[in-house]
């Protein structure tokens, strides 16, 4: 009996090997970038490669956005894969702050150049592995409103679709970008940290007279320019400790804690989770430690590749089929 | 934390794999699919195969080798030779390639290189620089490499390094070095300017050209050696000198991170 499986296609890379690997571990394979399709899909897989830009902004804020979202509220097994995954968080820092579907509380980051290839960890609170958790299936509670949010994204209302959107992702948090209301210079559009220190703000420029901002309100912050210099080895001084650099993109075979096994990557972003409960596994580079894989009831996303993890991937793909983990 | 790349390559002529002596002189080492798939079964991190084919013909059989061969792996497979526009990059992905690496083609045109990253994402663009080593001038400390093209025939009088640099800031996903002097001799990796390159761009290099025994793959990747993040070899594999097990048990055995062998292979799940 081969589980029939719907392969998201928005445009976000190759899908063949994806369609490939399935097929392999026996599932049924559909590919289809139509909202339709996708929104009645009993099993989902959601690729892609590269970045957040302008077409994953599209996404979201299209009809395909709201049936991935419609597959997710209902409970069907989605998996997001690199990419896919990302896009499950609320959005990526840099990029201008580009929005994901905001399923998962976090945000993307891009791993910085010249870090240590053999640093410790670092200090920010550990990410917890957890295994086996059973999927909470909730009911289609939601699925009335989910089936709104679709039929307006449909009719292109974006309107009412971020209306009906904002109340399906549990905490509304989408701050809501280029708006009058953070129109002070500095303010941070992407908005990732605590809110904005009201007292770094308001000392140094006492207010009653401030003269109305000269230019357009600050909504989008320019990414920071990507340097692309690394910090020289000191060559001429042979006693110095011989230290390696870390490059970007992230690219080859890493290990997984807590199961040792090795898993293919290529990317330079990475995903930095609000709740660690969310998180399956782990993988470190360069001493950042980020999440290899996540799982949210319903919802699996990994950051590598399985389709090209060889055995392991196959492996990893086949126990999505079958819904057992642990 | 990430491990070091062993990448066997097969060279590619009229759908048959070869190997030659710097860039000629070819020897036939067998059909493309079966050896692809050995390398992967003995758990080779990735496949590279290069188009050494000239002609139109050729061309166009190449795309049916990588078609042929990506369909049967479940590991990335990076190809390249002769990769001149847009339309190569598109046949080869849509034929099941990961990754392509553009040669010549990027120096004639270096904004070519940064409009097919933009298509198609950084990860898939692999910048491949072919360098020689100029002949030693007397007063002068450190070797001088130049960048060739056109198979090694053509002297460009680029500056190695700030080529790779140039290819990094293009979009390049990741950098192939290849030594011309060291390429088919099995003499090891030229590993002045592999870490050099190493050193010098943010992206990873791998290392390619003239390995003839494990110790060459050890030394390439070394710290303080080549410092490559991966290392490319052909003839070592092909000729049954080694396994891909072998050569990372070695690798192992010498501190150098790599995927461990693969058990021996059963059935994929």
Same mark, same amino acid.
């Given at each position: 009996?081969? %589980?029939?499986?719907?392969?998201?296609?928005?445009?976000?890379?190759?899908?063949?090997?994806?369609?490939?690997?399935?097929?392999?571990?026996?599932?049924?394979? %559909?590919?289809?970038?139509?909202?339709? @399709?996708?929104?009645?899909?009993?099993?989902?897989?959601?690729?892609?490669?590269?970045?957040?830009?302008?077409?994953?902004?599209?996404?979201?804020?299209?009809?395909?956005?709201?049936?991935?979202?419609?597959?997710?509220?209902?409970?069907?097994?989605?998996?997001?894969?690199? &990419?896919?995954?990302?896009?499950?968080?609320?959005?990526?820092?840099?990029?201008?702050?580009?929005?994901?579907?905001?399923? &998962?509380?976090?945000?993307?980051?891009?791993?910085?150049?010249?870090?240590?290839?053999?640093?410790?960890?670092?200090?920010?609170?550990?990410?917890?592995?957890?295994? !086996?958790?059973?999927? @909470?299936?909730?009911?289609?509670?939601?699925?009335?409103?989910?089936?709104?949010?679709?039929?307006?994204? &449909?009719?292109?209302?974006?309107?009412?679709? !971020?209306?009906?959107?904002?109340? &399906?992702?549990?905490?509304?948090?989408?701050?809501? %970008?280029?708006?009058?209301?953070?129109?002070?210079?500095?303010?941070?559009?992407?908005?990732?940290?605590?809110?904005?220190?009201?007292?770094?703000?308001?000392?140094?420029?006492?207010?009653?007279?401030?003269?109305?901002?000269?230019?357009?309100?600050?909504?989008?912050?320019?990414?920071?320019?990507?340097?692309?210099?690394?910090?020289?080895?000191?060559?001429?001084?042979? *006693?110095?400790?011989?230290?390696?650099?870390?490059?970007?993109?992230?690219?080859?075979?890493?290990?997984?804690?807590?199961?040792?096994?090795?898993?293919?990557?290529?990317?330079?972003?990475?995903?930095?989770?609000?709740?660690?409960? *969310?998180?399956?596994?782990?993988?470190?580079?360069?001493?950042?430690?980020?999440?290899?894989?996540? %799982?949210?009831?319903?919802?699996?996303?990994?950051?590598?590749?399985?389709? @090209?993890?060889?055995?392991?991937?196959?492996?990893?793909?086949?126990?999505?089929?079958?819904?057992?983990?642990? | 934390?990430?491990?070091?790349? #062993? $990448?066997?390559?097969?060279?590619?002529?009229?759908?048959?794999?070869?190997?030659?002596?710097?860039?000629?002189?070819?020897?036939?080492?067998?059909?493309?699919?079966?050896? /692809?798939?050995?390398?992967?079964? +003995?758990? /080779?991190?990735?496949?590279?195969?290069?188009?050494?084919?000239?002609?139109?013909?050729?061309?166009?059989?190449?795309?049916?080798?990588?078609?042929?061969?990506? /369909?049967?792996?479940?590991?990335?497979?990076?190809?390249?030779?002769?990769?001149?526009?847009?339309?190569?990059?598109?046949?080869?992905?849509?034929?099941?390639?990961?990754?392509?690496?553009?040669?010549?083609?990027?120096?004639?045109?270096?904004?070519?290189?940064?409009?097919?990253?933009?298509?198609?994402?950084? +990860?898939?663009?692999?910048?491949?620089?072919?360098?020689?080593?100029?002949?030693?001038?007397?007063?002068?400390?450190?070797?001088?490499?130049?960048?060739?093209?056109?198979?090694?025939?053509?002297?460009?009088?680029?500056?190695?390094?700030?080529?790779?640099? +140039?290819?990094?800031?293009?979009?390049?996903?990741?950098?192939?070095?290849?030594?011309?002097?060291?390429?088919?001799?099995?003499?090891?990796?030229?590993?002045?300017?592999?870490?050099?390159?190493?050193?010098?761009?943010?992206?990873?290099? #791998?290392?390619?050209?003239?390995?003839?025994?494990?110790?060459?793959?050890?030394?390439?990747?070394?710290?303080?050696?080549?410092?490559?993040?991966?290392?490319?070899?052909?003839? $070592?594999?092909?000729?049954?000198?080694?396994?891909?097990?072998?050569?990372?048990?070695?690798?192992?055995?010498?501190? $150098?991170?790599?995927?461990?062998?693969?058990?021996?292979?059963?059935?994929?799940?």
């Amino acid at each position: 009996m081969a %589980r029939e499986v719907t392969i998201v296609d928005a445009g976000l890379g190759n899908l063949a090997s994806v369609e490939r690997a399935l097929i392999q571990v026996g599932a049924a394979v %559909r590919v289809s970038g139509d909202p339709d @399709k996708v929104a009645t899909a009993r099993m989902v897989v959601f690729p892609g490669q590269g970045a957040f830009g302008p077409a994953t902004s599209a996404i979201v804020d299209g009809a395909l956005g709201a049936a991935l979202r419609m597959v997710i509220d209902r409970g069907d097994p989605f998996l997001g894969i690199c &990419l896919g995954m990302q896009m499950l968080f609320d959005r990526s820092e840099e990029n201008a702050g580009h929005p994901g579907l905001g399923i &998962l509380p976090g945000y993307c980051r891009r791993f910085p150049l010249g870090l240590d290839e053999d640093a410790e960890p670092n200090a920010r609170p550990p990410l917890v592995p957890i295994m !086996a958790v059973e999927p @909470k299936i909730e009911g289609g509670s939601k699925r009335e409103s989910m089936a709104a949010s679709i039929a307006a994204a &449909l009719e292109g209302d974006q309107e009412a679709a !971020a209306a009906a959107t904002t109340h &399906l992702t549990s905490d509304g948090d989408e701050p809501p %970008r280029s708006d009058d209301g953070n129109g002070e210079p500095g303010s941070d559009a992407a908005g990732t940290d605590a809110p904005p220190p009201a007292e770094g703000e308001a000392a140094p420029a006492p207010a009653p007279v401030a003269p109305p901002p000269p230019v357009a309100p600050v909504a989008v912050v320019a990414p920071p320019p990507v340097v692309h210099t690394i910090p020289a080895v000191a060559r001429d001084n042979p *006693d110095a400790p011989l230290r390696r650099l870390v490059k970007v993109p992230h690219v080859g075979w890493n290990a997984v804690e807590p199961t040792g096994e090795h898993y293919y990557f290529v990317h330079s972003y990475y995903v930095e989770p609000e709740r660690p409960e *969310d998180v399956m596994w782990v993988t470190s580079y360069g001493g950042i430690r980020f999440p290899a894989a996540v %799982r949210y009831q319903n919802l699996l996303g990994c950051q590598f590749h399985p389709e @090209k993890s060889q055995r392991a991937g196959l492996k990893f793909l086949r126990a999505f089929l079958l819904g057992g983990w642990g | 934390m990430l491990k070091r790349r #062993i $990448i066997p390559c097969l060279d590619i002529k009229n759908g048959r794999v070869v190997k030659g002596v710097h860039f000629a002189g070819l020897r036939d080492a067998g059909d493309p699919v079966e050896a /692809a798939r050995a390398y992967d079964l +003995q758990g /080779a991190d990735e496949i590279c195969l290069l188009d050494i084919t000239a002609t139109t013909e050729g061309r166009e059989t190449f795309v049916e080798v990588v078609r042929r061969v990506s /369909a049967q792996l479940f590991v990335p497979v990076t190809v390249g030779g002769g990769v001149r526009r847009d339309e190569d990059v598109r046949k080869l992905l849509g034929a099941g390639a990961d990754k392509v690496a553009i040669n010549s083609a990027a120096v004639a045109n270096p904004p070519l290189v940064r409009r097919l990253a933009e298509r198609y994402g950084s +990860q898939a663009i692999v910048g491949a620089v072919d360098v020689r080593r100029l002949p030693a001038r007397p007063g002068e400390r450190e070797p001088l490499y130049e960048v060739v093209i056109h198979g090694g025939t053509r002297s460009t009088g680029l500056d190695v390094v700030s080529w790779c640099r +140039q290819l990094a800031d293009l979009g390049a996903g990741e950098i192939l070095l290849t030594s011309m002097d060291r390429d088919g001799t099995r003499d090891g990796y030229d590993l002045w300017i592999t870490r050099e390159v190493a050193r010098a761009v943010p992206i990873p290099v #791998i290392a390619s050209g003239g390995v003839g025994s494990l110790e060459h793959l050890r030394e390439g990747l070394a710290t303080g050696w080549g410092e490559a993040d991966a290392a490319l070899a052909a003839s $070592i594999f092909h000729f049954g000198l080694y396994s891909i097990a072998q050569a990372k048990r070695y690798l192992l055995d010498h501190d $150098i991170p790599v995927r461990p062998p693969e058990p021996a292979h059963p059935a994929l799940v």
